[in-house]
């Protein structure tokens, strides 16, 4: 499994995956060669973010394998084990 780390003027977004990363750079250069402009970004939580980008943005992209489908992080959070009446 793939994970997309983008950095955005130092804000960081976790996406599980680009379908068409060539396509997503594509835009940002776009965004940039145009003065500005607006990509999306959906997140692995499903979250969309629109971020505006601009020439003097600082757009990278970190590509992490990992071995093993990462939890959701609430996934723990909504077993019925998590928590009891005696932890309230």
Do not use: C
């Not at 068409?20 to 750079?25: E, I, M, S």
Request: charged share 20%; no cysteine; aromatic share 10%.
């Amino acid at each position: 499994m793939n994970e997309y780390r983008l950095t955005v003027n130092g804000d960081r977004y976790v996406v599980d995956t680009i379908d068409d990363l060539a396509a997503w750079k594509t835009s940002v250069a776009a965004a940039v060669q145009r003065g500005g402009g607006f990509i999306d970004v959906t997140n692995s939580a499903g979250f969309l973010t629109s971020l505006l980008i601009t020439p003097n943005s600082t757009v990278t992209v970190q590509r992490v394998h990992l071995p093993e489908p990462r939890p959701e992080p609430w996934t723990q959070l909504l077993s019925d084990e998590a928590f009891t009446y005696e932890d309230f």
